[in-house]
């Protein structure tokens, strides 16, 4: 007898990018596929410190059962912290979750039936696709141009579809490393104020600008309590503690956050959320993410002026921050059957076609990751690309 | 405009429970609601010193986005553990997660489409009946005897039912503390092999043991791979941490066990997986049980010498451990009428209702939990409820 699996796992595989990161077990391989900080932005001397710190200070309760809600002190302090991306949340408002991953499948929980509508941004991030899969949403995409998604389209597809939930990154977005227009973001608050939609604003990247000046969150423009805003200490602290945080300024929907939370996990481990807070606390987080822009500011510009030295018909972006570039090769070029031959010559990508909502298109584009790459390996790397691309008639 | 819910929060508050540790939140009540290890039970010491110590082995790889299948070197130490269980499982075959509510929450997301039934033991964790209800599972009830569940009820349950999955805590049971004996978890493994239904073996209590002789795992006589054992590091180690595992010896579904876990939280923090995995490496797991045993093993005794002094009407379970009694009423008397009572007397307890599939039954029952009070508030508290009793007409 087979076992009988649930309706949402039908046409799920998962393996696309599980067989990319297989190739990737093999340490000569120059990455550009992960999405993952630099190891030397990772210091363990320091969460050593805090950890010993909070376990001395605090040690039975934070071994003890703990709140669903959250540990109180870092709700208060990432409230803090969030108020200089213009999200001014009380504690309360402001669920601990591991990793925002956990936030959109919470949020899904509370919103999403089966063959509920969700827009997306196209492309969008890869994991929040498979989230929004497993819960059977019914996924319709929004175009995008340079300065992320398109307002007029976005209202145009609300009055078609009628969606329960909208997904955006609008700052430095995955794949693209696009950032949403401040009147855009403004455009956007009002048009889920106008159509009760819910918005999901995910905002992991936003501490990570090398140019230009920060632009406040959409929830900064939120009046109705719609934007759900989700930010992360995975890319600025680490990802391997799995600690973000949803604001949430619905206290019927923070209530069903809750519930969904304590039915999944009972709570976020309460370690490391002391450590995230001791962190805040402490007052070092804007020196070292001034640190580690530093040097992620030099990788992006490195990837960029490799690309130069590519064919003009290679499209790519150029964004302000983030981790990320995406490239366009042009029409015919498949990204995806390449990425064979790209790792056998040593460079890993992962081909765009992961990132839209209908799997099989866009062959030619690709996300390219810098953060977790040397200057050398960048320049390595690159040459690599473009001998391959080259070879393959790139012209 | 309202905002609308997902039909699984249909019915789902979340209150009753919620209310209760509302009240806890005073110190001066002694509980007896939660179901939390002693806090001195709690080795932050232990802890720090381990933190420390896999921080600096291994800190990079442990702050770094680590995999969605677990921190290798926990899932060999804990198959290792798990061994003395009678399970005997490779690393593979175990998957470490956040607490063993996410294992349920990642075997509900695997096989239950809403309406599909599941079998449970009356009475059973509440916790778990919430996550079985988000998923919208038709929950039957099946009866238990102080042996626990009975295998022929069971059996004739699965032909009525067709279940897609069965849940059972056999060994100290939540919240009864009653054991399954060693004949019948041969029959259930039998059972579940022959007509091919999943069955949960959630085991959190078994090394809590006060008296008798431990008794093989259900899963130690699974040759189907029906049976997904989970067992947790909370009770034993801390809760705090959120570190569990489950083993599924079926690769199929340990495949959609991995996919629904990485669209939840893409894995489990590593600094946790890393501490419980130096806790068990450095073999010093059976000494910890067997002091905090001593403890709560007179803490157990000390109960039911308290309630051996009510009125004989009153009727309480004499398990050989964990960390739970059960006690009977007479018929009339309502628990959780009561309960507003008993906390201004000063002492809580949970209602037994919340542990049934159909709320609103069987008041004259209720959990109490003897492993997170002194002996002194054991004596007073139970003192408490026997006045209480009696001044509402006990005899």
Not at 33 to 59: H, M, W, Y
Not at 120 to 148: H, I, R
């Amino acid at each position: 007898m087979e076992i009988q699996f649930a309706k949402r796992f039908d046409g799920i595989s998962g393996s696309a990018i599980r067989d990319i990161f297989k190739l990737l077990t093999n340490p000569a391989i120059i990455s550009f596929a992960g999405g993952n900080p630099a190891n030397t932005a990772l210091e363990s001397d320091v969460i050593s410190r805090l950890a010993l710190k909070v376990l001395a200070q605090n040690g039975t309760q934070l071994l003890q059962y703990g709140q669903t809600e959250g540990y109180a002190p870092l709700r208060e302090s990432a409230a803090e912290f969030f108020r200089h991306n213009g999200v001014d949340a009380k504690p309360e408002e402001l669920l601990p979750v591991t990793g925002s991953q956990q936030a959109l499948d919470l949020i899904c929980k509370a919103l999403i039936d089966p063959g509920d509508t969700m827009l997306v941004e196209s492309p969008t991030f890869l994991g929040a696709l498979q989230t929004f899969k497993l819960y059977q949403a019914n996924l319709v995409p929004v175009e995008t141009d340079e300065d992320g998604v398109i307002p007029e389209l976005l209202e145009e597809k609300i009055k078609r579809h009628h969606p329960k939930l909208i997904y955006l990154i609008p700052t430095f977005q995955n794949p693209t490393g696009r950032t949403l227009t401040l009147e855009r973001r403004k455009q956007v608050a009002q048009i889920v104020a106008k159509y009760g939609v819910m918005l999901i604003e995910d905002d992991p990247y936003r501490d990570l600008r090398y140019a230009g000046e920060p632009l406040p969150a959409i929830k900064s423009f939120d009046e109705s309590g719609r934007v759900l805003y989700c930010n992360s200490f995975s890319k600025i602290i680490s990802p391997g503690l799995r600690t973000a945080a949803v604001v949430c300024t619905d206290p019927t929907m923070m209530r069903k956050l809750v519930i969904g939370k304590q039915s999944t996990d009972v709570h976020s481990p309460n370690l490391n959320q002391a450590i995230v807070d001791a962190y805040l606390r402490e007052g070092i987080l804007m020196e070292h993410i001034r640190i580690i822009s530093e040097s992620y500011g030099k990788q992006m510009s490195k990837m960029q002026q490799m690309l130069a030295t590519f064919p003009a018909s290679v499209k790519y972006t150029r964004p302000d921050g983030g981790i990320f570039l995406w490239c366009e090769l042009p029409e015919g070029f498949n990204a995806t059957d390449l990425l064979k031959t790209a790792t056998q010559m040593g460079v890993a990508y992962i081909p765009g076609t992961h990132f839209y909502t209908q799997p099989g298109t866009h062959h030619n584009t690709m996300r390219l990751n810098f953060s977790n790459a040397t200057l050398e390996n960048i320049e390595k790397g690159m040459n690599i690309f473009k001998e391959l691309f080259i070879s393959e008639g790139l012209r």
